[in-house]
């Protein structure tokens, strides 16, 4: 194999399909990226078995072949390349790749290709397309509620289905870890409708949004009842899905919190960062909301370091009201509001809370209360 191409483009490349390879592998070939050089291409391809990613980059091909070697490796040898500078890969047969650029030499042992895993596709059932933002604000909406106790594997990515929402078809997203709850809607492209209700794993999650940053493109989607595959640009993730029911997100949902608190998002979340500093872990970060006559007074109470409280003005026709939360999941939640005023939807300080954006029904977030 004898190919040339440009640093930037290869660098490009290998940081859409290194980030997929463990640094720790049973099998070694599992720490290696597939090249694949053709017809003025070069493919790379990475696997741990539960995602693949393979994407394309333009190359002047003086001998086409195929190998593997040392993902993160290679990817730190061109990131410490001048920018801009020609890159020559070479195997002559033997066990080693030669790495050329300037007046640097590296050579890099292969491993051969033909052991080199291939993560099935099958057959899709459904297939659509979608603009990037539109997946990315699903994922960046949902991804934060994601659980990570291992346990309950079926809480371990985000549940995407299409369902109808006062009469139009939406694809949603849902994520929850017990303690909190997160689920966004966006139109549902056509194709979409009827699709299995699938469980993306988290790694896939994280991976999908690092590709979707910034792009302003089409998202091509297929799905099946054990794999996703999806088309960003010119590169492919092929992903298994996690096997296992979702719980039934809307019975935890409410339906009749008829107390409205409106506070304004950026004064309400310094607030809650401020007085939880003193917050202790051994109490689950709590801080407790108590409301009364136009005011929000949030406190911390901390046996070993003191107490901390602070004012905050909203607009709540409750005459007295108290609630306690988890600190570090209700700044996840304000986090996620958008628009300018945060509107919380109260029962009584036992029952779950809703929080949604004031006047945006297509992304709402439930959060369980504490005892403070």
Not at 129 to 157: P, V
Not at 268 to 273: I, L, Q, S
Not at 352 to 370: C, D, H, I, R, S
């Amino acid at each position: 194999m004898k190919v040339t191409l440009e640093r930037n483009a290869l660098l490009k490349s290998l940081g859409h399909v290194h980030r997929v390879v463990e640094r720790r592998n049973t099998y070694p070939i599992l720490a290696n990226v597939l090249l694949a050089a053709t017809d003025g291409a070069l493919q790379l391809r990475a696997t741990d078995l539960d995602i693949e990613v393979t994407e394309s980059v333009p190359a002047m091909v003086g001998t086409k072949g195929t190998t593997t070697v040392p993902a993160h490796t290679l990817f730190e040898i061109v990131r410490k390349l001048a920018d801009g500078a020609e890159v020559n890969l070479e195997t002559d047969g033997s066990d080693q790749m030669k790495i050329t650029s300037g007046r640097s030499r590296f050579f890099l042992s292969c491993l051969a290709a033909d052991g080199f895993p291939d993560l099935k596709s099958g057959d899709f059932s459904h297939t659509f397309s979608m603009s990037a933002s539109a997946l990315h604000d699903l994922i960046e909406r949902t991804q934060f509620a994601i659980s990570t106790e291992e346990t309950r594997y079926y809480l371990n990515g985000i549940f995407f289905h299409t369902t109808k929402e006062k009469g139009a078809d939406v694809l949603r997203a849902v994520a929850t870890d017990g303690h909190r709850l997160a689920r966004a809607d966006a139109d549902a492209p056509k194709g979409a409708i009827g699709m299995p209700g699938i469980i993306v794993p988290r790694k896939t999650v994280a991976e999908l949004q690092k590709l979707l940053e910034g792009e302003d493109t089409e998202v091509g989607v297929e799905v099946s009842d054990t794999k996703i595959r999806l088309s960003v640009g010119g590169v492919v993730l092929l992903s298994k899905l996690i096997e296992g029911t979702f719980p039934d997100y809307e019975r935890v949902t409410p339906k009749n919190n008829d107390k409205q608190m409106i506070v304004d998002k950026a004064t309400f979340a310094t607030a809650v960062d401020r007085v939880s500093t003193i917050a202790s872990d051994r109490g689950g970060k709590a801080v407790k909301l108590s409301a009364n006559d136009g005011m929000l007074e949030l406190s911390v109470t901390n046996p070993d370091h003191g107490t901390a409280n602070e004012e905050v003005p909203v607009d709540f026709a409750e005459s007295q009201f108290e609630i306690g939360f988890n600190a570090r999941y209700l700044l996840d939640i304000i986090s996620q509001i958008k628009t300018e005023n945060a509107s919380f939807l109260f029962s009584d300080s036992g029952s779950p809370t809703l929080v949604t954006e004031q006047g945006n029904e297509k992304a709402l977030y439930v959060l369980m209360p504490m005892r403070v």
